[in-house]
């Protein structure tokens, strides 16, 4: 059955465990999974899990050859700067030919800036360079790959401080922009590739320990990326249609209690 293109802005919404077993039980060889900043943090761990599934892994990284425990899981690793148009063409290039099935643009940056006075519009820009205009620049080259893919999923990790409806704090200047225009971005993505058959949406993670998210954090990267592949994988195999239906209602869907991102 056709898919239908989806715009759905999700927490995790999966119960630990949920469809893991299914996945790790699919013959999975044929997907291939692109996953952006894949050298730490939540990348690594979807890199870790989809390999673990059987899926060809495709990581990228700033610097592949300090991308240590990337490259000892056994994926193809590929330089990419999402910031640098002539590194993501030359990893279109690399790339040219190979189907993709699902994209995950997970690059991102988080700089401290609590307050105006001290907020630097430069980094504010540098921000929004690598969270938003990243994720469009990696799905247009690869858009030919997507399209010669069977799962034709693109993901983008978002975050709860992107949530226009749920900034009561403030705070996080250029960092929750930057979510914000991603979320809208992907549901302009998401209407244009209707048609073509496209699952395209966004993700919160939750709050989890990475450099980024830090120690405090109540997930670990294994539980977060446990439940995001769990949505991931439902939607995948469930009739996307009838699942649009369900999820639609709830927007926001948690299933960690107190682990949101914001
Ligand atoms: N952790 C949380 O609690 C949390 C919550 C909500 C949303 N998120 C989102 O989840 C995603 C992953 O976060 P994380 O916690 O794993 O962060 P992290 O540990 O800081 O890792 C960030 C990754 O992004 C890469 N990156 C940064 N700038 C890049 C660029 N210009 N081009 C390519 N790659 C670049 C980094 O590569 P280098 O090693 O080269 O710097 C690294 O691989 C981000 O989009 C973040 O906003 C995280």
Redesign the pocket.
Known sequence: MKKLCAFLFLAVAAVPGANLSMASETDNSARAVLI????????LEFARQYKAAGWQVIG????PDAATELQELGVKVVQ????DAESVASMATELDGQPIDLLIN?????PMQDTLPEADIGTVAWTLD??TL?PMRVSQALLPNLSAGEGKMIVS?????GSLERNSGGRFYGYRES?AALNMFTRSLASELRNDGFIVIVM?????Q????GPS?PLTPEQSIRGVRAVIDGLAAEDTRRKIRVLSRSTMVRAWPGSE?G
Do not use: F
């Not at 990419?80 to 910031?83: A, I, R």
């Open positions: 952006t900043g894949a050298n730490r943090g939540l990348g990228t990284a700033r610097k990419l700067d999402v910031t997970n690059a991102g940056v988080l690598v969270n990243g990790i978002s975050s709860g401080l979510k919160d993670p939750g709050w989890v990475t450099d980024m998210g954090a991102s």
